[in-house]
């Protein structure tokens, strides 16, 4: 049977967290009274994640593993998870505890009854360093004037799609930050709401300086030329 929801979480090395998270999200989905799946994307996590993640299976029998044969990062990772998700509507999280399973009803919601492809969430109240939120708060300007997506946080992962922009998504480096301006290129309405944001309490953060700004920035005007020379729909 098409579950009616397919949940998407990369992983790598968040042992220690990842059964608290995955137990609040089947909570929160089973509430719903739809079928759903959870698709845990194991990018080769060196640590007990992969335990973790079949005992998760076990307890939960709509949970399981999709594990990348090697370690190939959070957009390889999510890639791979959108495209072996077999629900109507696709939903994406960080698996390192911050987001809230909790925000994805009024996400659901939107998608069901308005015009959206796709909703992403908008963390107004980040828990993270006062320097990293000053960074992303910077990014986010930059790639808005330039990609004009119009969204406000691309970097927050709590997102729920239809099943149909999953075709506008494809292998490019830091996927994560651009699924807003492929799924606008591709003639979808993307719109976004706030949700919460949690403080890390396991594991770290698998990001510095180049991997939140220099890099993404490249990306970004490499995107933007090719979006140039593509004609909108």
Not at 4 to 27: C, F, K, Q, T, W
Not at 85 to 94: F, H, K, N, W, Y
Not at 95 to 109: C, I, K, M, T, Y
């Amino acid at each position: 049977m098409t579950p009616r929801n397919s949940l998407v979480v990369p992983v790598y090395n968040e042992a220690g967290g990842i059964a608290v998270l995955v137990d609040r999200a089947a909570g929160v989905l089973a509430a719903r009274g739809e079928t759903f799946e959870i698709i845990l994307v194991n990018d080769a996590s060196t640590d007990s994640t992969g335990a973790e993640i079949a005992a998760l299976a076990a307890r939960w029998p709509s949970c399981r593993e999709l594990r990348l044969p090697g370690h190939a990062g959070q957009s390889a990772a999510l890639l791979a998870g959108l495209r072996d998700a077999r629900g109507e509507r696709i939903l994406t999280m960080d698996g390192d505890g911050q987001n809230d399973p909790g925000d994805f009803p009024a996400l659901l919601g939107l998608v069901e009854t308005g015009p959206f492809g796709l909703v992403c969430g908008w963390r107004t109240d980040r828990k993270d360093p006062w320097w990293r939120r000053l960074m992303s708060r910077l990014a986010n300007s930059v790639r808005r004037a330039v990609l004009r997506d119009r969204v406000h946080d691309a970097g927050c992962q709590l997102r729920v799609m239809r099943r149909e922009v999953v075709a506008a998504m494809r292998p490019m480096a830091f996927l994560q930050a651009f699924v807003p301006a492929l799924a606008v290129a591709a003639g979808f309405r993307v719109g976004e709401a706030p949700v919460r944001h949690h403080p890390r309490l396991h594991g770290r953060s698998k990001y510095g300086l180049a991997e939140l700004w220099w890099r993404p920035a490249a990306e970004m005007v490499r995107l933007r030329l090719e979006l140039w020379r593509r004609p909108r729909p």
